[in-house]
């Protein structure tokens, strides 16, 4: 069962940048995609963005390019790189590992959600 860890939010003002990392226990290789999502307060949980097996990576078009999601298989790492960021995306960042569409049970598919991490954008 793949574990995963979030870390690097933080607090911000306007225009800086944060990188987020999700460490899984097990290869990224093993996993079908992996997707980080924003919960905003008040807000439904929203993918931000998805990176699958073979490297291709997905973002939502409200990033406006200034977002960017890679990996370091080595590490078992993905990242969420976010530059320029807004006020408007504060939120708890998580991400969840993707098993397949195979799977038809989502408590299957997917991870319990963790924590996530805490990222906070001040004017």
């Known amino acids: 069962q793949v574990q995963l860890v979030e870390s690097g939010g933080g607090s911000v003002h306007t225009g800086e940048s944060l990188r987020l990392s999700c460490r899984s226990s097990?290869?990224?290789?093993?996993?079908?995609?992996f997707g980080w999502y924003r919960q905003a307060p008040g807000e439904d949980r929203l993918l931000v963005g998805a990176?699958?097996?073979?490297?291709?990576?997905h973002l939502r078009p409200w990033t406006k390019g200034r977002f960017t999601i890679s990996r370091d298989i080595a590490e078992n790492t993905i990242y969420l790189h976010m530059d320029n960021l807004q006020p408007s995306d504060t939120g708890v960042y998580s991400c969840n590992a993707d098993l397949g569409p195979q799977y038809r049970d989502t408590a299957v598919r997917f991870r319990p959600w963790g924590p996530g991490t805490q990222v906070s954008v001040f004017p």
């Open positions: 990176i699958e097996k073979d490297g291709t990576t």
């Open positions: 097990t290869s990224l290789l093993n996993i079908y995609a």
